[in-house]
């Protein structure tokens, strides 16, 4: 967890729940794998045994823990609003993850009006079923993750689950997306993969979702590239830099 972060589209990460499995393509190369590792090897409790070595570098072990209290419940402590993106180390909708730990994260982010919560999921087909009973909190954002095409299906449950704002993260961006059925959703985030064993992406590929959200009224963000090896964030795209962030209303 951090008071800030170096993430350009949230202010802060907070992390009640750590640990994960590989979902789809896109968590091959999953930058959370790498940090649980770091922390594992500084000695941070929380980390260890949540990830072991692989043929590409550390991969998760599957196991799910949950954080200690004083981490838990700190965004209480936290007076000043942002943008705070929630469980940047796990997925808070696994399906290893108990429903009282969501019902505590839900709770909290209840008692803290002044900030937005940005909930991103690989698994939006949970998310749609825990909220489906739920009140909408006015501060909390539900996003999904899609990568290529073939997780285009997730929108579906994205778009049918109880939310105030949906976004999607289109990253990393492994390919063509085609048409993105943008009905209900608020915001897109787009980008290449960075780090180690990174597979390009295309400007084109890009240029389709930026065109798609303008047509839709859409917000977009075009998060980084890669060019020879260097991450550049928040780069050009012909001529134009997107950084659309949203806040909700408080």
Not at 101 to 112: G, K
Not at 216 to 243: E, Y
Request: aromatic letters at 8%; one cysteine or more.
């Amino acid at each position: 967890m951090a008071e800030s972060s170096d993430i350009e589209w949230t202010n802060a990460t907070w992390n009640p729940v750590a640990g994960c499995s590989l979902a789809s393509p896109g968590c091959t190369n999953c930058y959370a794998m790498r940090m649980a590792a770091r922390l594992e090897a500084m000695g941070i409790p929380l980390y260890q045994g949540l990830t072991k070595p692989g043929k590409g570098g550390a991969v998760w072990t599957g196991e799910i823990r949950q954080a200690e209290p004083d981490q838990r419940f700190q965004p209480l402590r936290w007076r000043k609003p942002r943008n705070i993106f929630v469980d940047s180390m796990s997925d808070l909708f696994h399906a290893d993850v108990p429903d009282a730990w969501i019902d505590e994260v839900f709770s909290i982010m209840e008692q803290c009006p002044q900030h937005t919560f940005q909930v991103l999921t690989k698994r939006p087909g949970r998310v749609r079923a825990y909220l489906s009973d739920k009140r909408v909190l006015p501060n909390v954002m539900i996003g999904a993750s899609v990568e290529d095409h073939a997780r285009l299906d997730r929108l579906a449950d994205l778009a049918a689950t109880p939310a105030a704002f949906r976004f999607l993260s289109l990253e990393p961006l492994l390919g063509d997306l085609g048409r993105i059925p943008l009905e209900g959703i608020g915001w897109a985030i787009a980008g290449a993969e960075s780090g180690p064993r990174a597979r390009p992406m295309d400007l084109d590929w890009v240029r389709s979702i930026r065109d798609q959200c303008a047509a839709a009224g859409v917000l977009f963000m075009f998060k980084q590239r890669v060019v020879n090896g260097r991450k550049i964030s928040l780069p050009m795209l012909d001529g134009q830099q997107h950084a659309a962030v949203p806040s909700l209303s408080r």
